[in-house]
T-cell receptor
Framework: GENVEQHPSTLSVQEGDSAVIKCTYSDSASNYFPWYKQELGKRPQLIIDIRSNVGEKKDQRIAVTLNKTAKHFSLHITETQPEDSAVYFCAAHRDYGGSQGNLIFGKGTKLSVKP | DTAVSQTPKYLVTQMGNDKSIKCEQNLGHDTMYWYKQDSKKFLKIMFSYNNKELIINETVPNRFSPKSPDKAHLNLHINSLELGDSAVYFC???????????FGSGTRLTVV
C-alpha cells in the first residue's frame, strides 16, 4: 500500500525566511497530493493541493512542487510570518478502485516561525 | 454553518466503558471518514463510508464500530475503552474521491 514519508519533523525559521517541507510517496499510482495545516487544538485544513498532471502550483506565499519520476513533492512557504506556525501534513491519494479512495498522511512537520 | 460537526468535543471516561462520537456533514458529500490522531500528531485512517456503505476498514480493533444511518452522518461507537484509545478522533468528508476533504473539529477522548 501507499506510504508517505515527511521531513523534517520540526522546522524553526526566522520571520521573513522561507520554509521547505518535503514528502516522498511509494505508490506510483497516487495522483493527488494535498497539504494540510493544523494549528494547535484545531482541525487540519487544506491549504494547497496538486494533481499529478501538474508540476507546480502557487497560491500567494505558498507553493507546491511535484516530481512524479522521483515520487516526491514539496511545500514552499516564502516570507514566513508567526501565524504560519503550525503542524503541516502532506498526503497522497491511495485509490482502492471504483470511485473511492482515501488519503494517506505523512507524520507532520511542526513549523515554528520566530519573530 | 459548520460543514462537518462532531460531538462531543471532549470526552473523559473510565476504562471499560462504552462511548459514542457523532459526526454530521452538511456539504452533500458522498464519503465520510474517521481518523485517529495520536499524541505524536500522526493521522491514521480508521474507516471510510460511501453512501452508508463501509468502503475501508483499516486494522482497527473490533471494539470500534462505525455506523452510518444516512450519507450525512457517520458515528463511531467504542466498546470496552482502553487507555490506548486516548487520542483525538477526527471525522472528515469528501466528494469525488478525496478532493475537497474537510475535517470536523475533532473529539478529544481521554480514557482514565
Amino acid at each position: 500500500g501507499e506510504n508517505v514519508e515527511q521531513h523534517p519533523s520540526t522546522l524553526s525559521v526566522q520571520e521573513g525566511d522561507s520554509a521547505v517541507i518535503k514528502c516522498t510517496y511509494s505508490d506510483s499510482a497516487s495522483n493527488y497530493f494535498p497539504w494540510y495545516k493544523q494549528e494547535l487544538g484545531k482541525r487540519p485544513q487544506l491549504i494547497i493541493d496538486i494533481r499529478s498532471n501538474v508540476g507546480e502550483k502557487k497560491d500567494q506565499r505558498i507553493a507546491v512542487t511535484l516530481n512524479k519520476t522521483a515520487k516526491h513533492f514539496s511545500l514552499h512557504i516564502t516570507e514566513t510570518q508567526p501565524e504560519d506556525s503550525a503542524v503541516y501534513f502532506c498526503a497522497a491519494h491511495r485509490d482502492y478502485g471504483g470511485s473511492q479512495g482515501n488519503l494517506i498522511f505523512g507524520k507532520g512537520t511542526k513549523l515554528s516561525v520566530k519573530p | 454553518d459548520t460543514a462537518v460537526s462532531q460531538t462531543p468535543k471532549y470526552l473523559v471516561t473510565q476504562m471499560g466503558n462504552d462511548k459514542s462520537i457523532k459526526c454530521e456533514q452538511n456539504l452533500g458529500h458522498d464519503t465520510m471518514y474517521w481518523y485517529k490522531q495520536d499524541s505524536k500528531k500522526f493521522l491514521k485512517i480508521m474507516f471510510s463510508y460511501n453512501n452508508k456503505e463501509l468502503i475501508i476498514n483499516e486494522t482497527v480493533p473490533n471494539r470500534f464500530s462505525p455506523k452510518s444511518p444516512d450519507k450525512a452522518h457517520l458515528n463511531l461507537h467504542i466498546n470496552s475503552l482502553e487507555l490506548g484509545d486516548s487520542a483525538v478522533y477526527f471525522c472528515a468528508s469528501s466528494q469525488d474521491r478525496v478532493y475537497g476533504y474537510t475535517f470536523g473539529s475533532g473529539t478529544r477522548l481521554t480514557v482514565v
